[in-house]
């Protein structure tokens, strides 16, 4: 008989090599199609189709659940001050790698919205390494970090604590148009 539910994921585990990157490989798969999503979601609710938007999101909920569960066996879940090591790390990576191979590849393409769409992501990850960093400190301390609205631009991604810019200073979106969280 299953155990009844528990309201947590899967517990970490001790994995052989091939399981191992097979759940990498998944999650990572299960993370893009939440992402795709979420992206179709929104797509049928500009084109006035919310019951697919509903759809959509509700599978994309359970994509991103799958994700969680592998990576919760994978042991990439620590607690608050690792993950904001590892998200920090994550973020140095982008921006002093991933994203200037990239962009020098676009360039050289002459692919100029790849390049758009690079610099707004470099940008937005340079905002979350100062966050992860300063809140990182903060939880190291015993504490949380401080309350307030956390506005993030949804054609960027620039992300600020405290109230929204007036005008995004990476890709000048109007701040009403920011996503309050």
Known sequence: MP????????????????TAGFLQEAFAGESQASQKYLAFSARAADEGLPNVARLFDAVAYAESTHARNHLSVLGGI?????????????????????YPAYDAVADLQGAKEARTSIRYAKSAEQDHQAL??????????????????INVCPICGH??????????????????????F
């Open 3 to 18: 155990k009844p539910f528990m309201n947590t994921p899967p517990k970490p585990e001790k994995l052989g090599a091939m």
């Open 78 to 98: 620590g607690d608050s001050s690792e993950n904001l090591k590892e998200a920090f790390g994550g973020e140095t990576f982008e921006i002093d790698q991933m």
């Open 132 to 149: 992860y960093e300063a809140t990182r400190a903060a939880v190291q301390t015993g504490e949380d970090m401080a309350a307030g609205p």
């Open 159 to 180: 992300t600020v604590i405290g109230d929204a810019p007036a005008e995004c200073p990476v890709c000048g979106t109007a701040g009403q148009f920011f996503r309050t």
